[in-house]
T-cell receptor, first 115, second 110 residues
Framework: DTAVSQTPKYLVTQMGNDKSIKCEQN?????MYWYKQDSKKFLKIMFS???????INETVPNRFSPKSPDKAHLNLHINSLELGDSAVYFC??????????????FGPGTRLLVL | RKEVEQDPGPFNVPEGATVAFNCTYS??????FFWYRQDCRKEPKLLMS???SGNEDGRFTAQLNRASQYISLLIRDSKLSDSATYLC???????????FGGGTRVLVKP
């Protein structure tokens, strides 16, 4: 059984389009995350939700809007796609602790290419 | 300056040899540290947490030096399957916000 799953795995689209990436986890975790890994391989956090509540919101253009319908799902909607949005987007989940020492489990990634 | 910095490598390692590499972190508020492993075109996976006293997991040994703000990973008896990118990760106490280094690429060759 896949612990953290993302769809789609690959997404090729034109500049200016709007697209969504879906993420689901079946680990029973309270917290979910979106990360972006650029061409230089740096992995940066974008958002984090704990029990459907936004707790981390890094400096991300407001064209990116996360939505958490329940604690097992965290979707990412991107409006007006730009060339610089091309990257691999990883979803992750973890149990919640104040100390932040819990392992994060990553999904397989969504490779987004904006043409 | 990046919050977490690593030598990108690659470190070319003969099979069976030992390899060690460090990562430095700039935020003294960082509380917990990890090494994640990422294979080519795959997701990162936790390799091991790093404890203040140092810790070992099989062939892997991690050390933390808070005074100098660096973390190290040592791999003994390298296997071909150890070829991967090793990501150094720091976490501040609040919010489970992981800060990743750019990764150190290790290539183990026969």
């Amino acid at each position: 059984d896949t612990a953290v799953s993302q769809t789609p795995k690959y997404l090729v689209t034109q500049m200016g389009n709007d697209k969504s990436i879906k993420c689901e986890q079946n680990l029973g975790h309270d917290t979910m995350y979106w990360y972006k890994q650029d061409s230089k391989k740096f992995l940066k956090i974008m958002f984090s939700y704990n029990n459907k509540e936004l707790i981390i919101n890094e400096t991300v253009p407001n064209r990116f809007s996360p939505k958490s319908p329940d604690k097992a799902h965290l979707n990412l909607h991107i409006n007006s796609l730009e060339l610089g949005d091309s990257a691999v987007y990883f979803c992750a989940s973890s149990p919640w602790t104040r100390e932040g020492q819990e392992t994060q489990y990553f999904g397989p990634g969504t490779r987004l290419l904006v043409l | 300056r990046k919050e977490v910095e690593q030598d990108p490598g690659p470190f070319n390692v003969p099979e069976g040899a030992t390899v060690a590499f460090n990562c430095t972190y700039s935020n003294s508020a960082s509380q917990s540290f990890f090494w994640y492993r990422q294979d080519c075109r795959k997701e990162p996976k936790l390799l091991m947490s790093v404890y203040s006293s140092g810790n070992e997991d099989g062939r892997f040994t991690a050390q933390l030096n808070r005074a100098s703000q660096y973390i190290s990973l040592l791999i003994r008896d390298s296997k071909l399957s150890d070829s991967a990118t090793y990501l150094c990760v720091a976490n501040k106490a609040a919010g489970n916000k992981l800060t990743f280094g750019g990764g150190t690429r290790v290539l183990v060759k026969p």
